[in-house]
């Protein structure tokens, strides 16, 4: 049997994953981390972004993050995110439609939105669409 790692995703509201994977991909603030069974613990931030699993199987799940914190332990890797959702289930319409809003605030610095809050929802409206183009490039394999 090949080697795994247990993998624990999780929301503020539910436990989206758990279970064993040979690898899991994760977008941390410095860059992609890609975590093998027996890698050195570590704790960090993570961005909003697409957490991919590969199956011992050797299938792959995606998830979507809006960000939050990666912990990793030898054989134990935990993702907590305040918002969680499996790729298939992201809203292509609704993404498309905050990241028109969020660069509508950013040219017009008159309208109710900070600067600070419309540069984070345009970043998690592009991961969103970021992680729903590498789903659908995953299922035409």
Known sequence: MASTIHC???????????GNAAMVIVPAEEGDIGIAPRHAPLLTRL??????????EGGEEFYFITGGLLE?????????SDTAQRAGDLDEAAALKAK???????????????????????????AQLAALERFRKQLKR
């Not at 624990?8 to 758990?18: G, T």
């Not at 610095?109 to 984070?120: D, F, K």
Request: proline share 5%; charged share 20%.
């Open 100 to 126: 028109e809003e969020a660069e509508r605030a950013i040219a017009d610095r008159s309208a109710g939105m900070e600067v600070a809050q419309a540069q984070a929802q345009l970043a998690q409206a592009m």
């Open 72 to 80: 990793i332990q030898p054989h134990v890797v935990t993702v907590l």
């Open 47 to 56: 961005r909003p972004g697409q957490v991919r699993v590969i199956l011992p």
């Open 8 to 18: 624990d995703i999780v929301s503020a509201e539910a436990e989206i994953f758990s």
